[in-house]
């Protein structure tokens, strides 16, 4: 009797994110061996990225052969008149579309783009190790060189932060381990009044150790080493009140950048991994569970790959978007962007992941109006449309090798029903290949303008999000060959139109057992 032909569905490809760390025989189909410029929709689904466009329009002729702007920054004064400042080319600029230098104190010299900028009191603040750190009064243009009171140089930190009414300071170029305050709501005294410091070599819980980064969360002073975490009590009166109330040995942060708050926690990058501050304090007494789990070793591969500067990994950045739920890692020297979907973690206790290629930011910023901007080799871009500049890019899903619940009988791959929401007029390939194979028989699919959405009712998919675009494509494909499992892939030129992935239905024969 000849064998009845199955139907067998993925319905959701790719929802899990990327999985690269365990075997892929029996992985659930949910996961995803590539995800490349992906993310998870908000409807669970997997899909593109959104592109840039460029918001400067002289960043060529301003930042010349440099890297591009490595630091965004948004001040909002008292007033409500705001000022964006932008760094990179050693330069500090003013403006969004159009960069303009900002004044200088006589004779300073910028050597390096590694700013850390933050805003206190009014004034924004620029420091970096080796500098004398900069203050615009009021989002002034011109910038005076910071003097404390007396005369006495303002401490050269490469790590700032606003918090508890005070402005911190640590990581200098001769003193790593020395935590600095100002005075009280006086970002300027550092010699005087209630100011002070800190000296770390006695308190870290393994030995010698170095500042990396600063953070303050849910009223604690967190200082983040690069194998030890310090946290302290009492920031609101440090003088007298700072108490040591908790370290945390074996884990730390190895690029000051990587610290972002989502308001319920703290995310960073150590040397195991992308961390949650909040399940280390959890699980300190346990195996470290990293929120970066399920593509761990490929992320640490990327992450040795960096350039070492000044002992750390300066040009690692990253951004917490609350309105995309994504938390960004961008590395630079490999053109690669880890997003992490912060919405709701997995069983396991990672949180779905996928990579951006092509798209290359050197820098992160969120704006009072929740836009994304970044700095970029062409100026300041936003994360907006799908399209990167005026270039298409390449949206690549492959699944991992899926049995169909069924390891003992050969497949016959019959035919493909792809549920592809939006993607009008966008040119896609169909892989499938094999038995662990990497040469993949493709198939060219072009989606039409028009919806092909009668067969499944739009409110099922609920795309009233893409109204704009107005389709649910459902190409289907004739395939062939058999194998023992199978691996299925799709690439998509993504050209102005979001797609994503609802589905793949999979007829197949079962054949003879293995």
């Not at 038995?435 to 989606?447: L, P």
Request: proline share 3%; aromatic share 10%.
């Amino acid at each position: 009797m000849a064998q009845q032909l199955q139907n067998i569905t993925v319905a959701s490809p790719g929802f899990f994110g990327l999985n690269t760390e365990e075997s892929p025989i029996g992985l659930n189909p949910s996961y995803a061996s590539v995800a490349d410029n992906c993310v998870i929709d908000k409807l669970g689904r997997i899909g593109a990225r959104k592109g840039y466009k460029e918001v400067t329009t002289n960043g060529a002729a301003v930042l010349g052969t440099s890297r591009g702007i490595e630091v965004v920054f948004e001040f909002i004064s008292r007033v409500g008149v705001t000022t964006v400042f932008s760094c990179g080319n050693n330069k500090i600029f003013t403006g969004t579309t159009t960069l303009t230098e900002v004044t200088l104190p006589v004779g300073y010299t910028i050597t390096d783009n590694n700013w850390k900028v933050m805003s206190f009191n009014n004034d924004v603040y620029f420091y970096q190790k080796g500098h004398q750190p900069l203050e615009s009064v009021a989002g002034s243009s011109t910038l005076v060189g910071l003097t404390s009171t007396g005369g006495n140089s303002a401490p050269q930190g490469n790590e700032v932060l606003a918090a508890f009414g005070r402005v911190w300071t640590a990581d200098l170029t001769d003193n790593k381990y020395t935590v600095y305050w100002s005075s009280l709501l006086a970002g300027d005294d550092w010699h005087g009044g209630s100011s002070g410091s800190l000296d770390l070599t006695t308190v870290w819980p393994t030995g010698f150790d170095e500042v990396v980064s600063l953070a303050e969360h849910n009223g604690f002073l967190i200082i983040f080493g690069k194998k030890s975490i310090i946290i302290y009590s009492g920031g609101e009166s440090p003088s007298s009140n700072l108490t040591l109330a908790d370290t945390i040995e074996g884990v730390g942060c190895v690029a000051r950048d990587s610290v972002q708050s989502t308001g319920s926690d703290l995310f960073f990058l150590s040397s195991r991994g992308v961390m949650s501050l909040g399940r280390v304090i959890q699980e300190k007494s346990l195996p470290l569970n990293d929120i970066s789990k399920n593509v761990r070793t490929d992320l640490l591969q990327t992450l040795a790959a960096e350039a070492h500067i000044n002992g750390t990994r300066e040009e690692i950045k990253s951004i917490y978007s609350p309105i995309d739920a994504f938390y960004l890692l961008t590395f630079p020297v490999s053109k690669v962007v880890y997003c992490f979907d912060l919405r709701q973690p997995l069983e396991n206790g990672a949180y779905r992941a996928t990579t951006w290629s092509s798209i290359e930011p050197i820098a992160f910023s969120i704006f009072a109006n929740d836009h994304l901007l970044m700095g970029h080799s062409k100026g300041i871009v936003e994360y907006d449309t799908y399209l990167d500049g005026t270039e298409q890019y390449q949206l690549r899903y492959f699944s991992n090798v899926l049995d169909f619940g069924n390891a003992a009988n050969l497949k016959f791959l019959k035919k493909f029903n792809l549920t592809i929401i939006g993607g009008q007029n966008t040119n896609a390939t169909l892989n499938w290949g094999y038995d662990y194979t990497s040469n993949f028989t493709k198939q060219a699919i072009v989606f039409g303008a028009s919806a092909t959405s009668a067969e499944y009712g739009v409110a099922e998919y609920n795309i009233a999000e893409y109204v704009a675009s107005g389709t649910i494509n459902t190409p289907k494909v004739n395939t062939s060959g058999s194998g023992e499992v199978v691996t299925i892939g799709i690439e998509a030129e993504i050209n102005n139109t979001p797609f994503s992935v609802q589905k793949i239905d999979i007829h197949a024969l079962l054949g003879r057992l293995i």
